[in-house]
């Protein structure tokens, strides 16, 4: 099946939940796509700035999960998420990546408008749909916890920038490695309400699966998950390495490895109630 724009899924959604889920190496792109065709639903890979400075470069990492998306037996998007440097968003673009996530949050307002104005404009006039961050939802390098999306300035921020999709703090946390976060269900419908662009969650691996459905009820249409998978991840290939030290082959860790995360993002997906891949068209 074709690898497809990202705004195909999103605008299938209709109150379903889309699963954007990071890789980290070719490996999780596997895994997400083989649970993925288990649930039959479509999903969305994701490549992080950090990701492309942990392999050094922006595009053998993304060529390489594109072609499993490329192969996979469900629509498959591939979307660069959390890009603070403009040069990658440029060369995304030249690879052909199905859509952008531009991260200024950190910046004042005022500087976050007008940096994201000028990514939104070019990757416009390139066909590309792009997402950004209002409010700083913590957890990561450079950004504070606690400083939550206001309705109204989502609102205005939408309109002056004119971002395809809205990241929004409302209680997620990055990298918990805990599932314990509360998120702000009135918030994020006061958001939603306000709002005319699907709501993306980032740190959505803290947030328990109720809570998950609940905030696809509210109004959150794309979450972000990374932590979770390579937690799964971690534990399925140190009980591999556990039960045979004298194993070298890496085949025989990540494997397993591999195949826990697949489980994972099938489970996930149903708690999503994930866009089902028959309705989403190909582009060929």
């Known amino acids: 099946m074709p690898l497809v724009p990202t705004a195909a899924i999103l605008g299938a959604a209709a109150g379903r939940g889309v699963g954007a889920f ?17 649930a039959g639903a479509a999903v969305v890979l994701q490549i992080s700035e950090n990701c492309a ?7 053998p990492i993304t060529l390489a999960t594109m072609a499993v998306a490329r192969n996979a037996g469900v629509p498959v998007a591939v979307h660069l998420d959390h890009l603070e440097c403009t040069e990658l968003v440029e060369e995304g673009l030249r690879l052909g990546v199905g859509s952008v ?4 949050s950190a910046l004042p307002y005022a500087d976050n408008v007008a940096l994201t104005t000028a990514v939104v404009r070019r990757c416009h006039a390139a066909g590309i749909p792009v997402e950004a961050e209002l409010g700083e939802i ?3 390098d450079g950004h504070a916890p606690g400083v939550r999306t206001d309705p109204a300035e989502a609102a205005a921020f939408v309109a002056a920038t004119g971002v395809d999709a809205l990241a929004v703090a409302v209680g997620s946390r990055h ?12 918030l994020v419908a006061a958001i939603h309400a306000a709002v005319p662009v699907p709501l993306v969650l980032h740190g959505s691996s803290g947030v328990p699966d109720a809570a998950l459905a609940a905030a696809v009820l509210a109004g959150i249409t794309k979450v972000n998950i990374g932590t979770r998978i390579n937690a799964v991840f971690t534990a399925a290939a140190r009980c591999a390495l556990a039960d045979d030290e004298s194993l070298v082959d ?6 397993p490895a591999r195949a826990a995360v697949a489980a994972e993002v099938a489970g996930l997906l149903g708690v999503l109630g994930a866009v089902p891949a028959r ?3 190909t582009t060929g």
């Open 101 to 104: 996530m531009f991260d200024a």
């Open 138 to 140: 913590g957890g990561k």
């Open 250 to 255: 890496t085949r025989k860790y990540l494997g």
């Open 53 to 59: 400075r942990y392999h050094g470069a922006l595009e």
């Open 279 to 281: 309705k989403i068209g």
């Open 175 to 186: 990298a918990m490695l805990t599932r314990d976060a509360r998120l702000d269900l009135a």
């Open 22 to 38: 990071n890789v980290i190496q070719v490996e999780h792109a596997e895994a997400v796509v083989a649970g993925a065709e288990r």
